[in-house]
C-alpha cells in the first residue's frame, strides 16, 4: 500500500534560517506529491504540488523536487519567517484514486 | 465562494449518542472526502465520494457512516460516540473533470473539533 513518512518535528529555526523538511514515500504506480500547510486553528492548504518525477513544485518560497530514485519530495525553504510557523504534511496520491495518503506532520516553529 | 464549510466547530458528545457533522460546498466538486486528524497520525480517510448517490470506505469507515444526495453536501454520521472517536475532523473537496492546474486540488473545510467523554 501507498505510505508517506516525514521526519520527526517539532522543528524550531530562527528567522532567515535554512528549513528543510523530509519526506519519503512508497507508492505503487506514478504518484502525485503535495505538501500542505495548516495554520492554527485552520485547516489545510496546498502548499505546492508535483505530478511527474523531477518536477520542482515552488510557491511562497517554499521548494520541493519529485525524486523517483530516492522516493523523495524533501520541502525546503531558503529564509524562513516568523509567519511560516504552522504544521507541514507531506502527501501522495496515485492511480485513478483521488484519496490523499499522509504522513504525520512537522511542527515548524520560527522564532524571531 | 465560500469554499468548504464545516458545522459545528467544536462539539462534545457522551458515549453513545449520534450526531451528524455537517459538510458543504459551493464551487461545484465532484469529489468530496472526510478525514480525521490525530496526534502523530496525520490525516486518515474516513469515507469519500466521487459524486452525487456514490460513497465508498477509506482507511478508517468503522462507526460512521455517509451518503451524497447532492453535489453541495457530504454530511458525516457518528453512530455511536465512543472515546476512540475524539478528533479533528475535515471535509475536503476537488474538482476532477475538466483539466487544468487546479483538477484533483483538493481544498479542506476548517474542521469540527470533537471531544467523546
Known amino acids: 500500500g501507498n505510505s508517506v513518512t516525514q521526519m520527526e518535528g517539532p522543528v524550531t529555526l530562527s528567522e532567515e534560517a535554512f528549513l528543510t523538511i523530509n519526506c519519503t514515500y512508497t507508492?505503487?504506480?506514478?504518484?502525485?506529491l503535495f505538501w500542505y500547510v495548516q495554520y492554527p486553528g485552520e485547516g489545510l492548504q496546498l502548499l505546492l504540488k508535483a505530478t511527474k518525477a523531477d518536477d520542482k513544485g515552488s510557491n511562497k518560497g517554499f521548494e520541493a523536487t519529485y525524486r523517483k530514485e530516492t522516493t523523495s519530495f524533501h520541502l525546503e525553504k531558503g529564509s524562513v519567517q516568523v509567519s511560516d510557523s504552522a504544521v507541514y504534511f507531506c502527501a501522495l496520491s496515485s492511480g485513478s484514486a483521488r484519496q490523499l495518503t499522509f504522513g504525520s506532520g512537522t511542527q515548524l516553529t520560527v522564532l524571531p | 465562494n465560500a469554499g468548504v464549510t464545516q458545522t459545528p466547530k467544536f462539539q462534545v458528545l457522551k458515549t453513545g449518542q449520534s450526531m451528524t457533522l455537517q459538510c458543504a460546498q459551493d464551487?461545484?466538486?465532484?469529489?468530496m472526502s472526510w478525514y480525521r486528524q490525530d496526534p502523530g497520525m496525520g490525516l486518515r480517510l474516513i469515507h469519500y465520494?466521487?459524486?452525487?448517490?456514490?460513497?465508498d470506505q477509506g482507511e478508517v469507515p468503522n462507526g460512521y457512516n455517509v451518503s451524497r444526495s447532492t453535489t453541495e453536501d457530504f454530511p458525516l454520521r457518528l453512530l455511536s460516540a465512543a472515546p476512540s472517536q475524539t478528533s479533528v475532523y475535515f471535509c475536503?473537496?476537488?474538482?476532477?473533470?475538466?483539466?487544468?492546474?487546479?483538477?484533483?486540488?483538493?481544498?479542506f473545510g476548517p474542521g469540527t473539533r470533537l471531544t467523546v467523554l
Open positions: 465520494s466521487v459524486g452525487a448517490g456514490i460513497t
Open positions: 464551487m461545484n466538486h465532484e469529489y
Open positions: 507508492a505503487t504506480g506514478y504518484p502525485s
Open positions: 475536503a473537496s476537488s474538482k476532477t473533470s475538466g483539466g487544468g492546474p487546479k483538477a484533483n486540488e483538493q481544498f
